[in-house]
């Protein structure tokens, strides 16, 4: 079996093409200085410009960088599980290509991966050179993902992170989740994530790829991954318990009716109609609701019974097998 490298790092890249030549062989100095065996994988996410040369025309100057072209952009996420997929480093960072993380953080993060023992390490950039456009919805950002996670890190969405080998194993991810690989590791177990403050150098090179839709589709998916962590074993749990408490309400309100009809009616009054009463309506439907959500939950069952996926758990270790 052949020895694992010390680091992979993985560089999802899209447009830029100037600032490459000077990261790579910024990583290089680093790796060389401390003598890490290490490869870079670059994953080209549907780049126009030359990007991809850059990629190749150092490939063929050294063996140890590697690269991913995708045929059109699919998203950080994508790119990130891609090269998560490729890695061969016992220790596996990602740092944008930008050049706004410094690769002289390597040494640090992978002693806290390999020394401390840690299964992340997130980037916290302290000191921000971004406009006030996008540092107020990050820290907004950071304050909801905190709370949702119980994860207490400051910057989430901070590029520069370090992983355990099979932490990126363990993991798949898509959309825009790649914000939230913490939160996915400690679904899957691993409980120890870390952060290390970060220096983020001013941008050099291009334009900065931000918009504020990826707020809103990192919230979005935020929202699915606190659901499925929660329930996506146990879809009834959900469904059926609203379904339950919404059936009970509208048969407590049937029963309630009935029981003001009966009273009004004992005491030598003439009551309404049951049924000619507008809450009677809403009852109706919270029942019919109600059934509805019960259903929901128990088709979510048999799927979930039925699912190839319903055995694969993440095992840590194994003695005499």
């Known amino acids: 079996m052949l020895n694992k490298l010390d680091i992979s790092v993985i560089v999802p890249c899209k447009d830029e093409e100037e600032s490459l030549p000077e990261l790579f062989e ?54 990130l599980n891609e090269g998560f997929k490729a890695s061969s480093g016992e220790v596996v960072i990602t740092m944008d290509a930008d050049m706004q993380d410094s690769p002289d953080e390597i040494p640090d993060l992978y002693k806290m991966i390999k020394k401390d023992g840690y299964d992340i390490v997130s980037g916290w950039k302290k000191v921000r050179h ?66 290390k403050v970060v220096e983020h150098r001013p941008r050099k090179y291009g334009v900065t790829k931000f918009g504020l839709e990826r707020f809103v589709n990192g919230f979005l998916d935020l929202l699915s991954i606190s659901f499925v962590s929660k329930f996506g074993k146990r879809p009834m749990h959900f469904f059926g318990t609203l379904g339950t408490l919404s059936f009970l309400l509208g048969a407590g309100i049937v029963v309630g009716l009935i029981a003001q009809k009966l009273y009004i009616n004992f005491q030598g009054f003439k009551a309404p109609n049951v049924t000619e009463q507008w809450v009677f309506f809403v009852a109706l439907v919270a029942m019919v609701v109600g059934v509805q959500l019960f259903t929901a939950g128990f088709l979510g069952e048999l799927v979930t019974m039925n699912s190839d996926k319903k055995n694969e758990y993440l095992i840590s270790d194994k003695i005499g097998l």
């Open 130 to 195: 971004d406009p006030i456009t996008k540092t107020i919805p990050t820290k907004i950002y950071n304050f909801f993902t905190r709370w949702v996670s119980g994860i207490k890190l400051h910057d989430f969405n901070c590029g520069l992170k370090a992983y355990k080998s099979k932490v990126v194993k363990s993991v798949e991810i898509y959309g825009e989740m790649h914000r939230y690989i913490p939160f996915i590791a400690k679904w899957h177990g691993f409980r120890k994530i870390g952060e």
């Open 26 to 79: 910024w990583i290089s100095r680093v790796m060389q200085e401390h003598g890490f065996s290490y490869e870079v994988i670059v994953i080209d996410d549907g780049s126009t410009d030359g990007s991809w040369e850059v990629v190749k025309n150092y490939q063929e100057k050294k063996e140890n960088f590697k690269g991913i072209q995708f045929n059109r952009n699919y998203g950080k996420s994508a790119a």
